[in-house]
């Protein structure tokens, strides 16, 4: 019942920057975490970064320094500000919630977006 849409892959030079983002829909009571997650061919699916509603940050060491993570919870959305782009960071980015839907539910689910790719050329 929450619906994940990823927007702001593409293509862009080593050094550069990008922007994603993901906006939850559907119907839900709240958003407890919400986080990206990346998957390049050949590697396993690798955290990068997570926030929780009242904004507790975790990030993967790998993109320490260079990503940042965001969420506006009045628009249900979650961004990921990339800078300092490396190739290596060439990934489907996945978008990740943690959802309660009622107000009355005993547990959260989980739920995953479509993904989008992020190209980092050298």
């Known amino acids: 019942q929450v619906h994940l849409v990823e927007s702001g892959g593409g293509l862009v030079q080593a050094g550069g920057s990008l922007r994603l983002s993901c906006a939850a829909s559907?119907?839900?009571?709240?958003?407890?975490?919400m986080g990206w997650y990346r998957q390049a061919p050949g590697k396993q699916r690798e955290l990068v970064a997570t926030?929780?509603?009242?904004?507790?940050?975790n990030y993967a060491d790998s993109v320490k320094g260079r990503v940042t993570i965001s969420r506006d919870n009045a628009k249900n959305t979650v961004y990921l500000q990339m800078n300092s782009l490396k190739p290596e960071d060439t990934a489907v980015y996945l978008c990740?919630?943690?959802?309660?839907?009622?107000?009355?539910?005993?547990?959260?689910?989980?739920?995953w977006g479509q993904g989008t790719q992020v190209t980092v050329s050298s």
């Open positions: 559907g119907s839900f009571f709240s958003l407890s975490v």
């Open positions: 990740n919630a943690v959802a309660k839907l009622y107000y009355t539910s005993r547990t959260s689910s989980n739920y």
């Open positions: 926030i929780t509603a009242g904004s507790t940050i």
